[in-house]
């Protein structure tokens, strides 16, 4: 075992995990410190979780990062989902890669918004990552407390779906963190938005609501709204557990376009039902 202050190059030299002021990487503190200090310049932290994959963690997550930095807060986007990224995409910041200034590694940036996202660290965003639960934590741990975030209004983080170790570590060391769950209204949801909410009260994380997506489809020509997925999970639970519904986003055409383009749908069309759902969720959470 080296030395304190000297790990000298060994497991954890430089990537977060040396004891603490360590003359062969320059690291300074230990992790535990650098993250305090570094989530303490930030005013609010959002983790945005689903029992459930595929029901708009991601959009919500990427919107509301970017919905926040348009009224001209100081944002933070942190992409957790080590296997499944979407952040780059959505943000059309495909390709893009981390730097560092030797001391920290700065986020990419658009405008008052600093994103971070394993993709960036990948040579070939089509490679798949084989990692293990350790390691995926160390890389949570270096980004919350390596990531040049500055003084932040908000550090919103997407997570993977489920309550597996990319929201448990977040989760675990973000304790003063708010929790908004995305659900969709099938009955079949409404099993995996309950775990949600268990995960969230044994981890004494702040529920800040739900928001039910793929709500219903509002015709574009007639105005009419067909149910396409019934039940009403995220509002029966809301209802059943006294948690906010921050709001009901139907489904889009644009947004999974703006997505897809890189153009978070939040900025294309401010006068669309999933729009201007999706403000109410924002001012819900402001
Ligand atoms: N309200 C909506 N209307 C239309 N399409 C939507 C809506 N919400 C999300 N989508 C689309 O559904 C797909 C899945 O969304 P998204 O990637 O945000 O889900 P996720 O929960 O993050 O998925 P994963 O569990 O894989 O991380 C995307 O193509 C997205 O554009
Ligand atoms: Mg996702």
Not at 43 to 61: E, N, P, Q, W
Not at 149 to 177: F, M, R
Not at 196 to 201: P, Q
Request: negative net charge; aromatic residues 4%.
């Amino acid at each position: 075992m080296s030395e304190k202050g000297k790990c000298g190059g060994s497991a954890g030299c430089g990537s977060g995990g040396c004891s603490g002021n360590c003359e062969s990487c320059g690291e300074k503190g230990s992790p535990k410190q650098r993250i305090e200090e570094a989530m303490s310049r930030v005013k609010r932290k959002i983790v945005v979780l689903s029992g459930k994959g595929g029901v708009g963690k991601s959009t919500v997550a990427v919107n509301l990062a970017f919905a926040l930095a348009a009224t001209g807060a100081k944002v933070g986007l942190m992409d957790v989902d080590i296997h499944g990224p979407s952040a780059p995409k959505m943000l059309n910041l495909d390709g893009m890669t981390l730097a560092s200034n030797g001391e920290k590694i700065i986020p990419v940036e658009i405008g008052t918004l600093k994103v971070v996202s394993l993709a960036f660290l990948l040579q070939n965003p089509d490679d798949a990552v084989i990692w293990r639960g350790p390691v995926k934590l160390g890389v949570i741990r270096q980004f919350l407390s390596d990531v040049d975030w500055g003084d932040l209004d908000y550090l919103v983080v997407d997570t993977p779906p489920g309550t597996g170790d990319e929201p448990l570590t977040v989760c675990q060391i973000l304790k003063d963190a708010g929790a908004v769950i995305v659900t969709t209204p099938q009955e079949v949801s409404a099993a995996d938005v309950r775990k949600s909410v268990s995960f969230c009260r044994q981890l004494e994380l702040n529920i800040l609501g739900i928001v039910e997506n793929m709500s219903g489809f509002v015709c574009p020509h007639c105005g009419e709204v067909t149910e396409i997925f019934a039940g009403g999970a995220g509002e029966t639970i809301a209802e059943k557990y006294g948690i906010p519904l921050l709001g009901k986003i139907p489904i889009d055409p644009a947004v999974s376009a703006g997505g897809d383009a890189g153009n978070p749908f939040a900025r294309i069309n401010s006068e669309t039902p999933a729009a201007k759902a999706f403000a109410g969720v924002v001012k819900a959470i402001r």
